[in-house]
Structures are given as C-alpha cells and as structure tokens.
C-alpha cells in the first residue's frame, strides 16, 4: 500500500495524519480516562458511559444557548463555564446511579453491564424527548475558529488544539488526583483490598460513590470538549463506548499511563491506515489487531501485578 | 431416588412443561393466530434458538457473550447467501450490466462473484455451513480465550468489539455483503416459493420443530455431567480446575453449541423474514438478545423461549402504538430483570407461584407433602451462585 508515494510524501503523509490522529488521540484520553477510573478502579462495567458524555455535550448546548441570549459580552467564555456545569451535572447523575443501582451490583459485574445498558437506552429516550432526535451543534467562539499554518503543508485547527490541551490538563489532573490526593490513596487502597480498607477506616461507601461520581464528571467534560469538534445527537455516545472499553482494555486495567498509551497507539494506527484504506476497513484492522493481541496478552498493555 | 431424579432426562414435572410449551407452539398460536402474526411469531421463536444457547454459556456455564449476534448473522447471511444466489438466476438479472450475480454486487461494479460466495450455490453446502461457520467462528475465539483464561466482564467486551468489527466490515464491503441493506428480496428454496402464506406456515412448523430439537439437546447437556460440571465451574473454576478437569474444554463446548443454535436461528430467521441485514448481527441485537433470556430466566432453558416471546411481543405492541415508550421501558426491564429478578419469569413461577400451587394441592390432599424445596430467599445479595436449586429443577 505504500507503493507510488516518495519517501518525503509518506513523511508528510504521516504527518498529517499522525496530527489528524492525535485530535482522535484526544478524544479517547477524554472519554477512556473516566472509565479508567470507574473500570479500572472500581472493577464496573459502566455501558452508559457515553450517555454520561452526551449529558455533558447537552449541557455545554444549553450554555452556549444561555449565553447568547442573556449574556452575549461573555460569549467567549461560556465554554469554560459549561465545562465546569457538565463536570457537576455528569458527576451528580453518576453519583445519583451509584447510590440507585451500581451499589446493589458490586458483586454481579456481569449484571451491571446489563443495568448500566439499560439505563443508557432510558437516557438515550430522555435526550430524544427532551432535546429532539436531530443533532444538535454549538456555536464555537470566535478565537476557537481558523487554524494555524505550521508548515506550507501542515495546518492545525484551533479548536482541535484546544481538545488537546484539554485532554493533556485533564490528564495531568486525574493523575495529581489519584496519586497525591488523600482521595486517590483512599481508591487504590480500596481496589488493593477492600475488607483491609474498610478495616483502617476508610469509608468505602463514600469513596465508591465519589469515584464514581468523578468519573462520571470527567465523561461530561469529554462530551462538553466534543462540542468544539462536532455535533451532538442522542446515540452519539452508543458510537464511542466499544472503542472506549476497548482503549481501557488495551491498556490494562486500573492503569491511567496503560490507557493513555493504548488511546494513542489506536488512534494513530486507525488515523494513518484511514489515509490507505477506506475509513471502515481502517478502523476494522486497527479493532482486529486490537482484538488480536488481547487474545494473546489478555492482561493489556501495562497490567498491574495484583493478588486476585 | 435423588440421583435418579438428577440424572434422568426428564422428571415428570419438567415434561409436563415441555409439554405445556409444546401445545402452545404447536396448537395454540397457530389456532389463535393469523398467517402474517404467526409469522411474526416464527421470527420471535427464531430470536430464541439464541436465548437457548445463552441460558447454556451464560446461566449455566457463566460466560456472557455480547457477541451472539455474529452467530445468528452469520448463519443468517449463510442462507442468504444461497436463496440470493438462487434468486439471482441470468434471466431473472438479465438487465444488469453482469447478469448472473446478485443485484447488489451490479450495483457496486462487481463484476464476478467472489470465490467464497460460490459453494453457496450448493444447498447441501450452505445447510452445514449455517451451523458449521458459525461454531468454527466461536471455536476460534472460544479457544483462544478460554486456554487463557480470559472469562467474566472482559469475554463480554471482546465479543462486544468482534459484533462491532463484523459490523462494521459487512456495510464497508456493500459490493459483497450488500452493506446496511443487507441481502434483500430472497424468493424462493429450490423453487419453492418462500413469500407465499402456506410456504410461510410451513416454516414456522419446522422452525417450531427445530427448536424443540435444540431444547431437547439443551436439556440433554444440562442432565449430563457436563452440565453439573458447567454450574460447578461457573460457582467455584478453581476447585473445578484443581479436581482435574480441563475447564478451557468445556467452555469451548458449551460456546460452540450456543453459536451452532444461533447459527440455525440465523437461517430460519432469514428464510421466514425473506432478508438478512446487519442490523441483526451487531452490538445492540445481541445485547437484546441477553435480555430475552434475563426475562425467561437465565437458568431455565424453557424460560429463555417465554421470555423471547413476550419481550419481542411487548416491543412490537409497544413500539406500534407508543414508540418513545419502548425504550423507556426496554431500558427498565433490563434494570428490574437485573435488580429485582435475576431468575426472571422460571425464578418467579419456582420460587412464587410453584410453591403456593403446591400448598394449594397439598391441602386438598392428606396435608402430608413436604413443604416445596426451600428456595434461597432473597437471592439478589447472594447472587453469585444464582439459586442452584432453581438449575437442578
């Protein structure tokens, strides 16, 4: 397939898609870290996991609907408001379905992914009602739109860059989080060992509850990022959570450097074959070589050596 | 008595069940109904040769696939293939640009049938490759997995992503597959016209026959060994493993014969239905098809057909009538069947109705009947054993 192309061709090729890639790359960070940590973490299969990032990309809509009415001088801003609005809405329903339903279910993993699922599709009917069954779109700020030219042949989107300091800040975040916060100590204590946990006085309840909470919150800042790049409809999110599960997988679970290594060697194989291949049979390779190589290394990229 | 009660075929109870489910198959619809809703009915009962094989890997054997669907689509698309290409005959394609091939690969600029669409010509062929393809597919995955370990929530993902990738490849490749259309207007089985009402009664008979066929074998493995070794290895692996059995083997098995059931319900789905399309094959038909075996109760190989029936009965009276309904309601069956009824409808008839028919009897009689086998009560928090009592009933 490389046939025909000069070596300075394929360079640029690469290039190019390998940055078209990392805006891909960003987006998985965004979505696969949440579930990193409710999955990885907590050991749950969270099938809603999407609806929770479609809660974000709605609410940041309504923000910027906000905005434009009643405070048209701040425009520029309101992202950064709806950001922290998405984190807060996505973060209470989680914490809400934790308290509901998750906690009843800590010991059938199996039956989660079925309940979660079924809570994806009450969510999927609520955003129909509620919002339509057409995508819905927000207006980007004026310093968001355009692009920079790097090279002649390379040019960077803004609102792409944006995504990916976004999915770098909230990388580093989740990071001081789990390993410098008491919080994070409390986590890993707990995935380490429970009962041991509990028994030092760790109220693990609690902890369940707000893990799961945040990630929920940081699915919602990832759909409230996807709004700068595209539109927003009530299944969007059935459409990410099989790469989503697949990137945490990949990775190794309840390892953030694992997922965030996996999101990128997905989003790069998948971006420069899309360039030889048609889109479908890109994305096809890139899942069977996924697939593939779980078969062989179940564990994932980075496993965490854990008693079981 | 006890052993023997365990091991025979059938107990007396349970064939009366067979039989009750038997007549309503059998007589009942049919009678009651008329030939477009009997068909609707046949396409339901073809959704439950999966529900079967999943009460088998996931009831009994513990492994929940997500990916069921690929065996359904691919005996599916196996019988497809074959009336395709018989209703694809020169004269019946004479305006085509390549007369001879199916329509849609015309319509693509294919201009030759691809070599592994021609065995399909061959009815014995396609026959064994609707159960043969499918099993070969799940034992490939299955052995794959299974030497390794891999079970639980992560079989689930990864069967997930194969329903997706299989998806995904049959719209990328419309010029060979039909893409999100799938393979439509299907017409006749060696010149029998299939769209014809008689044509149409006559399939659901043999699909009604066929499934009987897999709930008997179903019942057959369950009364075997490997049945009890199958709930043995989902409640304790380890202890099964250390006692000396190959674990790894028996999954596989048990994998396979649930792929080779859908793979059948695959090809009388199309054969009734008249197309074949991904919709059918990828994340969200599969993960439906958990449902309707969750509804009839994951331990109970007749519950799986109830459950099937009525799920896909509620949808299409819900979704008819009050379509935003539907999925409202879809979502919180999977949530109450989950929380409230992880035995789903055989749970509720063994632990609910079952016993207080027995007091009923009982107290007609000398009074003298032992009280019905007591059943685990509340077994939504001990639910990592699913009320055993419920399996070996």
């Given at each position: 397939?490389?046939?025909?192309?000069?070596?300075?061709?394929?360079?640029?090729?690469?290039?190019?898609?390998?940055?078209?890639?990392?805006?891909?790359?960003?987006?998985?960070?965004?979505?696969?870290?949440?579930?990193?940590?409710?999955?990885?973490?907590?050991?749950?299969?969270?099938?809603?996991?999407?609806?929770?990032?479609?809660?974000?990309?709605?609410?940041?809509?309504?923000?910027?609907?906000?905005?434009?009415?009643?405070?048209?001088?701040?425009?520029?801003?309101?992202?950064?408001?709806?950001?922290?609005?998405?984190?807060?809405?996505?973060?209470?329903?989680?914490?809400?379905?934790?308290?509901?339903?998750?906690?009843?279910?800590?010991?059938?993993?199996?039956?989660?992914?079925?309940?979660?699922?079924?809570?994806?599709?009450?969510?999927?009917?609520?955003?129909?009602?509620?919002?339509?069954?057409?995508?819905?779109?927000?207006?980007?700020?004026?310093?968001?739109?355009?692009?920079?030219?790097?090279?002649?042949?390379?040019?960077?989107?803004?609102?792409?860059?944006?995504?990916?300091?976004?999915?770098?800040?909230?990388?580093?975040?989740?990071?001081?989080?789990?390993?410098?916060?008491?919080?994070?100590?409390?986590?890993?204590?707990?995935?380490?060992?429970?009962?041991?946990?509990?028994?030092?006085?760790?109220?693990?309840?609690?902890?369940?509850?707000?893990?799961?909470?945040?990630?929920?919150?940081?699915?919602?800042?990832?759909?409230?990022?996807?709004?700068?790049?595209?539109?927003?409809?009530?299944?969007?999110?059935?459409?990410?959570?099989?790469?989503?599960?697949?990137?945490?997988?990949?990775?190794?679970?309840?390892?953030?450097?694992?997922?965030?290594?996996?999101?990128?060697?997905?989003?790069?194989?998948?971006?420069?074959?899309?360039?030889?291949?048609?889109?479908?049979?890109?994305?096809?390779?890139?899942?069977?070589?996924?697939?593939?190589?779980?078969?062989?290394?179940?564990?994932?990229?980075?496993?965490?050596?854990?008693?079981? | 008595?006890?052993?023997?009660?365990?091991?025979?075929?059938?107990?007396?109870?349970?064939?009366?069940?067979?039989?009750?489910?038997?007549?309503?198959?059998?007589?009942?619809?049919?009678?009651?109904?008329?030939?477009?809703?009997?068909?609707?009915?046949?396409?339901?009962?073809?959704?439950?040769?999966?529900?079967?094989?999943?009460?088998?890997?996931?009831?009994?054997?513990?492994?929940?696939?997500?990916?069921?669907?690929?065996?359904?689509?691919?005996?599916?698309?196996?019988?497809?293939?074959?009336?395709?290409?018989?209703?694809?005959?020169?004269?019946?394609?004479?305006?085509?640009?390549?007369?001879?091939?199916?329509?849609?690969?015309?319509?693509?600029?294919?201009?030759?049938?691809?070599?592994?669409?021609?065995?399909?010509?061959?009815?014995?062929?396609?026959?064994?490759?609707?159960?043969?393809?499918?099993?070969?597919?799940?034992?490939?995955?299955?052995?794959?997995?299974?030497?390794?370990?891999?079970?639980?929530?992560?079989?689930?993902?990864?069967?997930?992503?194969?329903?997706?990738?299989?998806?995904?490849?049959?719209?990328?490749?419309?010029?060979?597959?039909?893409?999100?259309?799938?393979?439509?207007?299907?017409?006749?089985?060696?010149?029998?016209?299939?769209?014809?009402?008689?044509?149409?009664?006559?399939?659901?008979?043999?699909?009604?026959?066929?499934?009987?066929?897999?709930?008997?074998?179903?019942?057959?493995?369950?009364?075997?060994?490997?049945?009890?070794?199958?709930?043995?290895?989902?409640?304790?692996?380890?202890?099964?493993?250390?006692?000396?059995?190959?674990?790894?083997?028996?999954?596989?098995?048990?994998?396979?014969?649930?792929?080779?059931?859908?793979?059948?319900?695959?090809?009388?789905?199309?054969?009734?239905?008249?197309?074949m399309s991904p919709t059918l094959v990828g994340i969200v038909p599969s993960i439906e098809m958990v449902i309707f075996a969750a509804v009839g109760g994951r331990l109970s190989i007749l519950g799986a057909v109830y459950g099937t029936?009525?799920?896909?009965?509620?949808?299409?009276?819900?979704?008819?009538?009050?379509?935003?309904?539907?999925?409202?309601?879809?979502?919180?069956?999977?949530?109450?069947?989950?929380?409230?009824?992880?035995?789903?409808?055989?749970?509720?008839?063994?632990?609910?109705?079952?016993?207080?028919?027995?007091?009923?009897?009982?107290?007609?009689?000398?009074?003298?009947?032992?009280?019905?086998?007591?059943?685990?009560?509340?077994?939504?928090?001990?639910?990592?054993?699913?009320?055993?009592?419920?399996?070996?009933?």
């Amino acid at each position: 397939m490389f046939a025909g192309y000069s070596a300075g061709e394929l360079t640029a090729i690469f290039a190019m898609q390998g940055f078209a890639g990392l805006i891909l790359f960003s987006v998985f960070v965004l979505m696969a870290l949440g579930l990193a940590i409710i999955f990885g973490q907590m050991g749950v299969i969270n099938m809603a996991h999407g609806e929770f990032m479609i809660l974000g990309a709605y609410v940041t809509y309504l923000v910027s609907n906000a905005f434009a009415t009643h405070l048209p001088d701040l425009f520029s801003i309101y992202f950064f408001v709806a950001m922290v609005l998405a984190f807060l809405a996505s973060g209470a329903l989680g914490m809400l379905v934790e308290w509901g339903l998750i906690r009843h279910l800590y010991r059938r993993p199996l039956d989660t992914l079925l309940a979660t699922w079924g809570l994806s599709l009450i969510l999927q009917q609520i955003y129909r009602s509620v919002f339509g069954a057409r995508e819905v779109g927000v207006t980007i700020p004026n310093w968001m739109m355009g692009s920079l030219p790097l090279t002649d042949m390379i040019e960077v989107p803004i609102n792409g860059l944006f995504v990916m300091v976004l999915a770098v800040g909230i990388s580093v975040s989740i990071y001081a989080l789990m390993f410098r916060s008491r919080w994070g100590q409390q986590v890993r204590a707990i995935n380490q060992n429970r009962v041991m946990a509990g028994a030092v006085g760790i109220n693990t309840e609690r902890t369940d509850r707000l893990t799961f909470g945040i990630g929920c919150g940081i699915a919602g800042v990832a759909g409230s990022a996807f709004t700068m790049i595209g539109s927003t409809g009530p299944t969007s999110g059935q459409l990410y959570i099989v790469d989503t599960f697949l990137v945490v997988v990949f990775g190794g679970a309840g390892s953030l450097l694992g997922t965030i290594a996996s999101a990128f060697t997905i989003s790069q194989a998948q971006s420069v074959l899309e360039f030889f291949l048609s889109g479908s049979m890109a994305k096809v390779i890139t899942l069977l070589v996924v697939v593939g190589i779980l078969m062989l290394r179940p564990q994932g990229l980075f496993a965490l050596k854990l008693r079981k | 008595m006890q052993s023997d009660r365990k091991t025979r075929f059938l107990t007396r109870e349970e064939a009366i069940y067979f039989g009750l489910l038997a007549a309503v198959i059998f007589l009942i619809l049919p009678m009651a109904l008329d030939s477009f809703r009997l068909n609707l009915f046949g396409k339901y009962l073809s959704y439950a040769f999966v529900a079967i094989g999943l009460v088998l890997c996931w009831g009994a054997g513990g492994i929940l696939s997500l990916g069921q669907g690929v065996f359904f689509g691919l005996g599916g698309y196996a019988m497809a293939m074959f009336l395709k290409l018989e209703a694809s005959t020169p004269e019946a394609t004479a305006i085509q640009s390549t007369p001879g091939i199916p329509d849609f690969m015309d319509w693509n600029q294919v201009t030759a049938l691809p070599w592994w669409w021609e065995p399909f010509n061959s009815l014995a062929f396609t026959l064994v490759a609707v159960v043969a393809v499918p099993v070969a597919f799940a034992f490939i995955i299955g052995v794959a997995m299974f030497r390794r370990r891999v079970g639980g929530v992560y079989f689930a993902i990864i069967t997930q992503a194969i329903a997706a990738i299989l998806t995904i490849l049959i719209i990328g490749q419309q010029g060979f597959t039909g893409g999100v259309n799938g393979i439509t207007d299907l017409r006749t089985l060696k010149g029998w016209d299939i769209r014809s009402d008689e044509a149409k009664e006559i399939l659901y008979f043999v699909n009604a026959g066929l499934l009987f066929a897999c709930l008997f074998a179903a019942q057959y493995v369950r009364r075997s060994k490997l049945g009890r070794l199958l709930i043995a290895m989902r409640d304790q692996e380890d202890r099964v493993r250390f006692s000396g059995y190959d674990v790894a083997s028996f999954k596989v098995f048990v994998f396979c014969l649930g792929a080779a059931f859908a793979g059948i319900g695959g090809a009388m789905f199309t054969l009734q239905v008249g197309f074949m399309s991904p919709t059918l094959v990828g994340i969200v038909p599969s993960i439906e098809m958990v449902i309707f075996a969750a509804v009839g109760g994951r331990l109970s190989i007749l519950g799986a057909v109830y459950g099937t029936l009525l799920v896909n009965w509620a949808k299409t009276t819900l979704s008819e009538s009050f379509p935003e309904l539907w999925l409202l309601g879809l979502g919180a069956l999977f949530i109450a069947v989950v929380m409230f009824f992880p035995n789903g409808l055989a749970g509720l008839w063994s632990e609910q109705v079952r016993p207080r028919l027995r007091k009923l009897f009982a107290g007609r009689g000398a009074g003298a009947t032992p009280p019905a086998a007591p059943v685990p009560a509340n077994s939504a928090s001990a639910p990592d054993r699913p009320a055993a009592k419920a399996a070996a009933e």
